[in-house]
């Protein structure tokens, strides 16, 4: 059974930091490109960043770019997103997802196999 288990998500002031975390099992995981996706009620699901299955690699949208790094542990199975001086927009639930797809990454939703079931950060300015 494939799994993807989110944490780190919590309340935090603007300017501030978290690092959210993803652990796999089921899957081996080093053969997946993972990413983090976000979601805020009512909107699309969104692509915040990327990691190739090697990790040497690694794509952000533009609203996060120089805030935020992606990156993972194949030996942990674990993929992490550390957030720098956070936004009240940044606001959202966080989704890590797994990839095979053979490009090594990618920033569509359809593209990813299995999903995690999100973790909450609210940002408060």
């Known amino acids: 059974q494939v799994q993807l288990v989110e944490s780190g998500g919590r309340w935090v002031q603007a300017g501030g930091s978290l690092r959210l975390s993803c652990a796999a099992s089921?899957?081996?995981?080093?053969?997946?490109?993972m990413a983090w996706f976000r979601q805020v009620p009512g909107k699309e699901r969104e692509f915040v960043a990327a990691v190739s299955w090697s990790g040497d690699r690694t794509h952000y949208s533009d609203s996060v770019k120089g805030r935020f790094t992606i990156s993972r542990d194949n030996a942990k199975n674990t993929v992490w997103l550390q957030m720098n001086s956070l936004k009240p927009e940044d606001t959202a639930v966080y989704y890590c997802a797994a990839s095979l797809i053979s490009t090594g990454w990618a920033r569509l939703q359809s593209d990813y196999d299995y999903w995690g079931q999100g973790t909450q950060v609210t940002v408060s300015s």
């Open positions: 089921g899957i081996t995981f080093s053969s997946y490109a």
